[in-house]
């Protein structure tokens, strides 16, 4: 189980225990002050995991990419070094 505890001043916080980082990530995220936002690739809409398998903190960015479904995605992934 994946539980991120992090202290900021006067707030001591700990999200709900989760077996996945991503959800701990938004279990973080709805837990801060509303004018405390989480800026990292997990959470970033250009973020995106591998399809064909998936390790913890194993995300690519595609801010210069532009697939248009599923297929494109898969097709990324297969070009060699394109992440490298």
Not at 28 to 56: E, H, M, W
């Amino acid at each position: 189980m994946k539980i991120i505890e992090i202290n900021l001043g006067e707030y001591a916080i700990i999200t709900q225990a989760h077996t996945e980082i991503e959800y701990a990530i938004k279990y973080l995220q709805k837990a801060l002050p509303s004018n405390i936002s989480i800026a990292c690739c997990q959470s970033c809409r250009y973020g995106n995991f591998c399809p064909y398998g998936d390790n913890d903190n194993e995300v690519f960015c595609f801010k210069n990419l532009t697939p248009q479904n599923k297929a494109d995605v898969c097709e990324i992934f297969s070009q060699d070094n394109i992440f490298i």
